[in-house]
């Protein structure tokens, strides 16, 4: 059984396959409102040429429970939308608020103590830890959060998405479609009200992808979380409820 960080600290994945820490040091304010709100957001970054707009302020909300696809050609900037509405970012300008809580009111670490609590991932790459088995991987947000029973959950939720028979398998001896089920199962094990994915399908063969599609919303609608995700593919999109199209860092 490996060691895991302690209860207080975050699961923050770090974009490098692994994961991070923080502890929880900042004060929350709450508000009324949708589960997601957005205002005036906007990214700008520094380059050779003086300053490059990825992102022109944009507003939209999401309600609770709803699904919403962010579309776009590639560069188009809906992946660094997605970081920002998690506050693995930081805009230029603008404001985010999860659940009723304005994230970039918050530091560092209260907006991991925020993903933790609030959010769930779905990556393309799918982000396991390569020297935990399937279900450790699972475990691990379990663990983190200090929840009982951690091994428990975790079993019932691969078993929930087929892979009772691979729970001591590491990620190089699953295929690309059971370690994206993997990742689902650790997305949702905490039952999380919000969920993003980015790309979930992306390194996917089509048939993979469409089983894997289908299990992602069925899991969505079982747990009622708000599901956020960034496609380029218009029939996964077109099974959200809603969905919002970026061109050139706009929203169209």
């Known amino acids: 059984m490996p060691d895991f960080p302690k209860a207080s600290s975050n699961f923050v994945p770090d974009g490098s396959g692994g994961y991070s820490t923080a502890s929880v040091t900042a004060p929350v304010s709450r ?3 949708a589960a997601i709100a ?3 957001l906007a990214k700008r970054v520094a380059d050779a040429s003086g300053e490059l707009t990825i992102l022109h302020e944009v ?3 999401v309600q609770k429970a709803e699904t919403l696809a962010i579309v776009g050609a590639s560069g188009s900037g809906k992946s660094t939308l997605l ?4 506050g693995l970012d930081t805009p230029s300008a603008g404001k985010v608020v999860l659940d009723g809580v304005d994230i970039y009111a918050l530091d560092e670490d209260g907006r991991a103590a925020l993903r933790k609590e609030k959010l769930g991932f779905v990556f393309q790459s799918f982000q396991l830890l390569a020297h935990l088995t399937a279900v450790e991987n699972v475990m691990l947000p379990l663990e983190l959060s200090g929840a009982t029973h951690a091994r428990e ?3 019932a939720m691969l078993e929930r998405v087929g892979l009772a028979s691979r729970l001591k398998h590491y990620p190089k001896y699953l295929s690309g479609g059971e370690q994206q089920r993997v990742a689902l199962a650790r997305a949702f094990v905490t039952e999380p009200p ?3 994915a980015d790309e979930p399908t992306g390194s996917l063969d089509a048939a993979t992808g469409e089983s894997v599609i289908k299990l992602m919303f069925e899991l969505n609608r079982q747990h009622g979380s708000t599901l956020v995700l960034v496609t380029h593919d218009q029939s ?3 099974r959200c409820g809603r969905t919002i199209t970026i061109a050139a860092g706009r929203l169209v």
């Open 153 to 155: 959950k975790a079993e």
């Open 59 to 61: 507003d939209f909300t």
């Open 194 to 196: 919000l969920l993003f």
């Open 31 to 33: 508000h009324d409102g």
């Open 38 to 40: 957005v205002s005036g």
């Open 236 to 238: 996964m999109a077109a």
């Open 83 to 86: 970081g920002l509405l998690a």
